[in-house]
């Protein structure tokens, strides 16, 4: 969470809120990038995009080192923004090996969408996906 204030301006009680609830796990969270980040590395946007994963490897990686793993979107440079796991597909197609994001069988894994909120104290832009959308808000309402 520390490192979420560091890479974050003008946070909300509603980030505490969901980070108290949802992390780690499969929330991604949309806030006004803090000016640690150049402006190059939230895509000229002003924003960041902020996790905690459950998952152990990169979780293992950020505390051995202290500082959190950042990572550009899954798209190709002027096409549209993906926002899950087949978006991404149809864009980069087999330039990569492999998609994390589905499990052995092929279905899709619990963390392929991501909800976010857009700036200080509004519900922005939510998409259902791993948590569903009324629970998100239940969280926000109490």
């Known amino acids: 969470m520390s490192q979420a204030y560091e890479l974050a ?34 895509a000229n946007t002003g924003n960041v995009a902020l996790r905690v994963p459950d998952a152990a490897i990169p979780r293992a990686v950020v505390e051995r080192f202290g500082l959190p793993i950042t990572a550009t979107s899954a798209n190709l440079q002027g096409a549209q923004e993906c926002t899950h796991a087949a978006a991404v597909r149809d864009q980069i197609g087999d330039r990569i090996p492999a998609d994390y994001r ?41």
């Open 9 to 42: 301006r003008d946070t909300d009680p509603l980030l505490d809120k969901l980070a108290d609830r949802f992390w780690p796990g499969p929330l991604t969270v949309i806030v006004r990038a803090g000016t640690k980040l150049p402006l190059r590395s939230t």
């Open 102 to 142: 589905r499990g052995p069988d092929g279905t899709r894994a619990a963390d392929d969408d991501c909800r976010s909120l857009a700036g200080a104290g509004a519900l922005g832009d939510l998409r259902e996906g791993a948590i569903p959308t009324h629970e998100i808000v239940m969280v926000l309402q109490r």
